[in-house]
């Protein structure tokens, strides 16, 4: 009985591996080309202080497919990172974000934040770093504009290597945010070895605030060691009020998420921006 229970269920998880293998190979097929095919662009997600001004925007990457049609970046940026696409994706995306984003400066009249997501993969490029300033210094963008998210779940293993990289990125002006916070398993010695700016609570808790006391007194303690640290704390996945109102009562500095607005195109952006302005 048991041998013929292991056999189905190993049965079973084979079949649904395979299914997501030939899904992943149609993505890393189809990303192939995506860049020299233009289905690559950018959108916008506001993010907004607590007295309701604009703090700035994270970059989004959106992609639009002739066969597969709108594919999640959740979907195809693991296979990006597993294939190492990520390296000309992640090019592609920078080179593209800070000329667009210079527009935009320009059309509201003012500059703003714009938080970038950088793979773990990306990080640790050899090149990362220099081709990163070539192409501000190229466009000539002010890098305390940007700031760099990096994902909570960084291995372990890892931080040896990622710490001095990180502290280059500060060193040349960039400020880095903590993405994901809450879901990975760094540990407060980690955080405090971290030279980060910002930490952004996981939509995954900012969901349960108004229910879970479990939640609720996680979000505080978060806070609470962000303020500790001097980091910025960041709510993501706000989408009401009811959050919005406790995560300030809290002292959350800064937050995103559909309360506010949706990812935008440029153009929506720039009208959102101008409707705030008045
Ligand atoms: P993330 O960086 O944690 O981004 C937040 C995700 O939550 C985004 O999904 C955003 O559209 C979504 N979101 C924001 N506010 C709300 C809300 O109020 N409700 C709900 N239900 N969702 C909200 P998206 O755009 O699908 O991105 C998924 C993930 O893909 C990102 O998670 C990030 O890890 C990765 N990603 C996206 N763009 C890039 C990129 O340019 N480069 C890299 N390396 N990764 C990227
Ligand atoms: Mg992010
Ligand atoms: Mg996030
Ligand atoms: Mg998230």
């Not at 210094?137 to 960084?154: I, M, P």
Request: hydrophobic residues 40%; charged residues 25%.
């Amino acid at each position: 009985y048991e041998a013929k229970k292991v056999k189905n269920s190993y049965a079973f998880f084979t079949k649904e591996m395979q299914e997501k293998n030939s899904a992943n190979i149609t993505i890393e097929q189809e990303l192939r080309s995506a860049l020299q095919k233009n289905e690559i662009y950018m959108v916008y997600q506001p993010q907004i202080n607590a007295d309701g001004t604009l703090h700035g925007v994270e970059a989004l990457v959106r992609w639009k497919n002739e066969k597969l049609g709108f594919v999640s970046p959740a979907d195809f940026i693991p296979v990006a990172e597993a294939t190492g696409l990520i390296l000309e994706l992640g090019n592609y995306i920078t080179n593209r974000l800070l000329l667009e984003i210079k527009k935009i400066y320009a059309e509201v009249g003012k500059t703003f934040q714009l938080s970038v997501n950088v793979s773990i993969v990306q990080l640790m490029e050899n090149h990362f770093l220099k081709n990163l300033l070539e192409m501000i210094h190229k466009v000539q963008f002010d890098t305390s504009l940007l700031t760099l998210e990096v994902t909570e779940r960084l291995p372990i293993e890892d931080l040896d290597y990622v710490l001095p990289i990180l502290k280059s990125i500060r060193a040349e002006g960039m400020l880095l945010s903590l993405d994901d916070f809450g879901t990975g398993y760094s540990s407060l010695s980690v955080l405090t070895k971290l030279p980060i700016n910002e930490l952004k609570i996981d939509k995954a808790f900012v969901d349960e605030l108004l229910y879970s006391n479990k939640d609720k007194n996680l979000v505080k303690t978060i806070i609470n060691i962000g303020k500790n640290f001097s980091m910025d704390i960041l709510a993501e996945g706000t989408e009401s009020k009811e959050q919005v109102d406790k995560l300030k009562e809290y002292g959350c500095d800064i937050f995103q998420g559909y309360y506010y607005s949706k990812p935008l195109k440029k153009e929506d952006l720039i009208a959102f921006i101008r409707s705030l302005q008045c």
